[in-house]
């Protein structure tokens, strides 16, 4: 029974870190179709690059989220130490990319939000 449950988890691991993979093709995709866009609408070609940065990094948070699910699933069956130390670092760093990544899309984003308040012409 355990050598099925341990299958099973390694096959559906296999599958998440596949689905990670397809996330990161479809935001990396994503991102070279709008740089080689011509501009449009007269946007800053600084803001332009940002919106793609900002659509990336939000697909490579998701992504890394599949990873560690993945890794998660592979080591939950009969651990040894090795493999929860392995998972531990793992995590740690995955952890640390996708907390720095959020952080700096939540600070674009608020950044952004200011830009269109004060663009906005006050009411009277």
């Known amino acids: 029974m355990e050598a099925f449950v341990r299958q099973f988890a390694t ?3 296999l ?3 596949f689905g990670a993979a397809v996330l ?4 990396a995709l994503e991102a070279l179709a709008e740089l080689l866009k011509p501009p449009y609408g007269g946007r800053a070609k600084h803001g332009r ?3 793609v940065w900002m659509g990336l990094a939000r697909w490579l948070v998701l992504a890394l989220e599949f990873e560690l699910a993945a890794d998660i699933l592979r080591t939950a069956i009969s651990p ?3 493999d929860v130390g392995q998972l531990a670092a793992i995590a740690v760093i995955r952890t640390f990319l996708s907390y720095f ?3 700096d899309i939540e600070e674009v984003a608020h950044s952004e939000e200011g830009t269109e308040s ?3 012409p006050a009411s009277a």
Request: glycine content about 10%; overall charge positive.
């Open 24 to 27: 990161i093709t479809v935001g």
């Open 11 to 13: 096959t559906v691991a």
């Open 80 to 82: 040894t130490w090795d």
């Open 15 to 17: 599958g998440v870190e």
């Open 49 to 51: 690059r940002r919106e």
């Open 101 to 103: 990544l959020t952080r």
């Open 118 to 120: 004060s663009a906005r």
